[in-house]
């Protein structure tokens, strides 16, 4: 069964322009969420996709925005991007079974803002 | 303060060690996951569990539910065990589906 895959693995972009990420889930999980991790924060939560539908949000400004489509793979978007951007952004693939959470992570996507 | 608190930030063992990793918890959880991610980013689950103690190899995890903490485990340690360990909380109410720890980094010294 193929894992979480995230592309890219590593991308390079300038301030104010804007970027897209994408992620396909394990096959059959419905659920998607997308982490922000730096050094200074840790891992920190942007949000949760189920079924086409944002079902939970992070503390981020407007400026990230995400979808995900009716295969369940889900993309996340930065507009206007700022140096504090710059960090690995990692998505889970998730099922709940006997009411906890099975999370899944990909590989991550290293997002440098010059 | 952060719902989940995770001891020690930084340790250096040496090869052959026994390793104890903590995480503490200040809310209602279902469960708690431990979490592997070596450098270059990846993340590994190594447990998911909500009672008791589960083992894998030479890791364990431990969690006592009315102390809300869990500790990870490593015997016989190795350096290929070098990874940054971090605990997620699956909270019972809010809006995240996971809270994590700071995450505790491993060095381990041949």
């Known amino acids: 069964k193929a894992g979480v895959t995230q592309t890219p693995r590593y991308l390079i972009k300038t301030r104010g322009q804007q970027v897209t990420l994408s992620c396909s889930p394990i096959s059959g999980h419905r659920s998607v969420s997308w982490y922000q991790q730096t050094p200074g924060q840790g891992l920190q939560f942007l949000f949760e996709?189920?079924?086409?539908?944002?079902?939970n949000k992070g503390n981020f400004p407007g400026r990230f925005s995400g979808r995900q489509f009716s295969n369940s793979r889900s993309e996340m978007n930065v507009s206007t991007l700022e140096l504090g951007d710059s960090a690995l952004y990692l998505c889970?693939?998730?099922?709940?079974?006997?009411?906890?959470?099975?999370?899944?992570f990909g590989q991550g996507t290293r997002l440098t803002v010059v | 303060k952060n719902e989940v608190e995770q001891s020690p930030q930084n340790l250096t063992a040496q090869e052959g060690e026994f390793i104890t990793i903590n995480c503490s918890y200040s809310v209602g959880i279902s469960a708690l996951h431990w979490l592997q991610q070596h450098p270059g980013g990846g993340i590994v689950s190594l447990f998911m569990l909500s009672s008791g103690k589960k083992k894998h190899g030479r890791l364990i995890a431990t969690i006592n539910i009315q102390e809300k903490h869990s500790s990870l485990h490593i015997t016989a340690s190795h350096p290929r065990d070098s990874a940054v360990y971090i605990c997620?909380?699956?909270?019972?109410?809010?809006?995240?589906?996971?809270?994590f720890g700071k995450g505790t980094r491993l060095s381990v010294i041949a």
């Open positions: 997620a909380a699956d909270v019972n109410s809010g809006n995240t589906p996971l809270v």
């Open positions: 996709y189920f079924s086409e539908t944002q079902r």
């Open positions: 889970a693939s998730s099922f709940y079974r006997g009411g906890n959470t099975e999370a899944f």
